[in-house]
């Protein structure tokens, strides 16, 4: 399959890092298509930890070609500290490139980001605070500074004479203090372009070569189908496209290069911001849940997350709107030691069943999880986990498989992926089997 886009089926942090590098072995070009610096995708590479919030995933095998595409908002500061903490670990970084019409997030984005959440009352998403939000307003508008422009000084210096008074008045208009110095930004500007200069390139005519010449592309979303802003939470959830559509724009291909698609599916559902969330837990079960698990504090804020039962409401929507071919389900060890345990498979709303994903903001956070119950399994060493992948799925608990059985039949999806550990070795595939 050349193309294959990996997407998150919830709200984010599904452990899509994980599941990009697993399969970025059989890849020869990795792709960023959308999101930001809101991101935190985490790999594990034997004893080393990894938490990239820009550069692809795919970045530690050097064989593999990286791209950051046209459809991420790029923060220059958060890209070249990535740069810089990869080389230092000794994983040169020759293998990256990044879209010269990816738009930029200047430092008056995140200014302007904290000045609107403030603002916004009832609205209030609890956003990453990275700027995402305001960079892709300018993009929308026209008012954007694109990486390229970093190259080009004429342009920049163009672009910011307009820009800065306006973004000065909005500012002030928001209760801000200004400030900006257009000298200052385009200094800031120019010595990002100078760093940045050997990794900028058409990466959408890198993309076409290499699928021109038969190559494995992998397509790697940010975020979540329920954070997108057509399909997600509206308005709770971020400024870009997540679902499978975006790789094609995001990145700078038609959409027959996507030619399969898998959706990634923590085995519980987790929150970071604000907003209902109809499975969520409370107390012990949820403490439990987050302590256990590597990572269910924000990766990019530190917050730490909102925990639930697996909501298969939402991963059903997000098998519809992303044409799934195959389920990754993560994080199963981390369910170890539960019991019983919850799958939300339908919602009541007003004394009525709902099995789709309402619109509504006001019936969402009206509606009651309905639960189907199962028996847990037991908590295992991670090294027992590893043990039990290797000898292949019948090894797996039962209880396990019965999980993942309800999984696939409430959203008729196949189980392709099965995840029970952060290590690469922890990963049973299930695809073509
Ligand atoms: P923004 O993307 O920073 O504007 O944040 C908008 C909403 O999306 C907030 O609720 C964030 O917590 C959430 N969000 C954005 N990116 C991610 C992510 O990668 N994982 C989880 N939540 C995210």
Avoid at 65 to 89: F, S, T, Y
Avoid at 111 to 123: F, S
Avoid at 245 to 261: D, E, K
Avoid at 357 to 384: K, N, Q, T
Wanted: with cysteine; proline share 4%; aromatic share 6%.
């Amino acid at each position: 399959m050349p193309g294959t886009v990996v997407v998150g089926t919830q709200w984010g942090d599904e452990g899509k890092g994980k599941i990009v590098d697993f399969c970025a072995q059989d890849a020869d070009v990795v792709v960023r298509f959308n999101g930001g610096s809101n991101a935190g995708h985490t790999v594990v590479t034997g004893a080393e930890v990894f938490r990239f919030h820009l550069i692809p995933s795919g970045i530690l095998r050097p064989e593999t070609l990286n791209l950051v595409g046209n459809g991420v908002v790029v923060d220059p500061e958060v890209l070249l500290a990535e740069i810089e903490e990869l080389k230092e670990r000794g994983h040169p970084v020759d293998n990256l490139r990044v879209s010269e019409r990816a738009h930029v997030v200047m430092p008056y984005h995140r200014t302007l980001d904290g000045l609107e959440e403030e603002l916004k009352g009832g609205l209030k998403a609890g956003t990453t605070l990275r700027g995402i939000g305001p960079t892709f307003e300018d993009k929308a508008a026209r008012i954007g500074v694109r990486v390229g422009d970093l190259l080009d000084e004429e342009a920049l210096r163009e672009r910011l004479a307009t820009l800065v008074p306006m973004k000065e008045r909005m500012i002030e208009a928001y209760g801000g203090q200004a400030g900006l110095s257009k000298e200052a930004l385009f200094e800031t500007g120019r010595d990002w372009g100078d760093r940045l200069q050997a990794y900028v390139a058409d990466t959408s005519l890198l993309l076409d070569h290499a699928l021109k010449q038969g190559r494995e592309v992998l397509f790697e979303a940010a975020q979540g189908t329920h954070l997108d802003i057509d399909h997600g939470i509206y308005p709770f959830g971020t400024s870009s496209n997540a679902v499978v559509g975006s790789a094609s724009v995001g990145s700078g291909v038609g959409v027959r290069h996507l030619n399969q698609v898998i959706g990634v599916a923590k085995a519980f559902t987790s929150r970071v911001g604000t907003g209902p969330f109809p499975s969520e837990l409370a107390g012990e079960e949820a403490s439990y849940l987050r302590d256990k698990s590597l990572g269910e504090y924000g990766t990019t804020t530190g917050r730490p997350r909102r925990i639930g039962w697996l909501d298969l409401v939402m991963v059903r929507f997000a098998a519809r709107v992303n044409s799934l071919d195959y389920l990754a389900v993560t994080k199963l060890d981390v369910l170890g030691g539960l019991d019983p345990l919850r799958i939300c498979v339908a919602y009541e709303h007003d004394g009525e069943t709902l099995r789709e994903f309402p619109a509504s903001m006001r019936v969402f956070g009206a509606c009651r999880p309905v639960y189907e119950e199962l028996a847990g399994w037991e908590d295992i060493s991670e090294d027992s986990w590893v043990g039990a992948v290797k000898r292949g799925y019948d090894e797996l608990p039962g209880e396990m498989r019965a999980y993942l059985d309800l999984l696939s039949h409430e959203t008729g999806v196949p189980v392709g992926l099965v995840s029970v550990g952060p290590a690469r070795e922890a990963t049973l595939e299930l695809r073509g089997t």
